[in-house]
């Protein structure tokens, strides 16, 4: 009889209060970050992000900015003033602007090549904003709001909305896939797969919970997470919506999930004020069974030695670094 799997993730310390917020940078020279947001007790931070090499932070705050921080020294670069709660940020992908949005219901890009003149400011979206992104090479950039149901798309260059994807519920995530092809959105009880570039809804699945956030596999993805109240961080199957995999260990809701840009690895940020890494194991193309027209399909035979033998191979330094190149920086 074979013995049942058992996840054993990477616990991260150091938050005291909700982790609300995670961003993996892509992978650099230096290997490759992730950053984490909390609530604290000067205020919340509800948004974080990381630049594409992984120099500069950007969070966005109940104290009504939105920050810079150099990435390495932790030193605060730039502060712009809102007039509002600030609850997402976004560094575009040629690390030039910085977008913001909050309680004011307005989208804002700033040039952080100049940062002292005034942001560009896009058309006033119908409710306080939750979640912003970047897509189409910067040409792009999306939000959803925490008072109503959908996504929209803005065309940077003249401010308008040129789509607009329908959900029911307020959309709590919304991550673009690492090769552009999806926008993966939780909302409620429901995960959505849109098409990114023609904007057609490609695969919705009913979730046990209220999800409050979901993150694709960037490999090959074929298989995606999510989290929310229940405390639980779920692995599905991306094709057929099949449940594959249930890690526990958080002792509050999970707020947010993100997979590491190699997908060997996601995060969990909850309620509990810490941070897990789960393993998922190293994936090659001989682990994937079968090919479909949608992309690649199948399982990763990953066992509990395998997990448990990358677990060991983490270490914290003296220096509150975790070992593996991969590192968390605290917002």
């Not at 990381?50 to 939105?66: H, K, Y």
Request: glycine fraction near 10%.
């Amino acid at each position: 009889m074979d013995k049942k799997r058992v996840a054993v993730p990477l616990v991260c310390h150091g938050h005291s209060r909700p982790v609300v917020d995670l961003c993996y940078s892509p992978v650099t020279p230096d290997g490759f970050f992730l950053i984490s947001a909390s609530k604290g007790h000067k205020g919340a931070v509800w948004s974080c992000c990381l630049d594409t090499n992984a120099l500069r932070a950007a969070s966005g705050s109940a104290d009504f900015t939105a920050k810079i921080w150099d990435a390495i020294t932790g030193e605060e670069l730039h502060s712009f003033e809102h007039k509002h709660i600030v609850r997402a940020c976004a560094f575009s992908e040629d690390t030039h602007f910085l977008l913001t949005g909050g309680v004011e219901k307005i989208l804002r890009i700033y040039d952080l090549n100049r940062p002292d003149a005034s942001p560009r400011e896009v058309d006033k979206t119908p409710g306080s904003v939750r979640t912003v992104a970047w897509l189409h090479s910067d040409q792009t950039i999306l939000s959803s709001c925490t008072d109503m149901g959908g996504v929209r798309l803005w065309d940077v260059r003249t401010g308008d909305v040129v789509r607009s994807l329908e959900t029911k519920s307020p959309v709590t995530s919304a991550e673009v896939s690492q090769d552009g092809r999806y926008i993966t959105t939780a909302d409620g009880f429901t995960v959505k797969f849109w098409d990114a570039n023609h904007f057609g809804l490609v695969k919705s699945y009913n979730m046990p919970c209220t999800v409050e956030s979901a993150s694709l596999e960037p490999k090959f993805g074929y298989k995606f997470i999510a989290g929310g109240e229940d405390m639980w961080i779920r692995v599905f199957d991306f094709h057929t919506g099949e449940e594959i995999a249930c890690n526990k260990g958080h002792h509050g809701p999970v707020h947010c999930v993100r997979f590491s840009p190699g997908g060997e690895s996601y995060a969990s940020g909850s309620e509990d004020g810490t941070i897990r890494i789960w393993q998922t194991g190293q994936q090659t193309l001989d682990d994937v069974e079968t090919v479909s027209a949608n992309g690649l399909t199948g399982k990763v035979n990953v066992t509990a030695d395998d997990v448990s033998r990358k677990i060991e191979g983490f270490h914290i330094a003296d220096e509150g670094r975790i070992g593996q190149k991969e590192e968390v920086a605290n917002a």
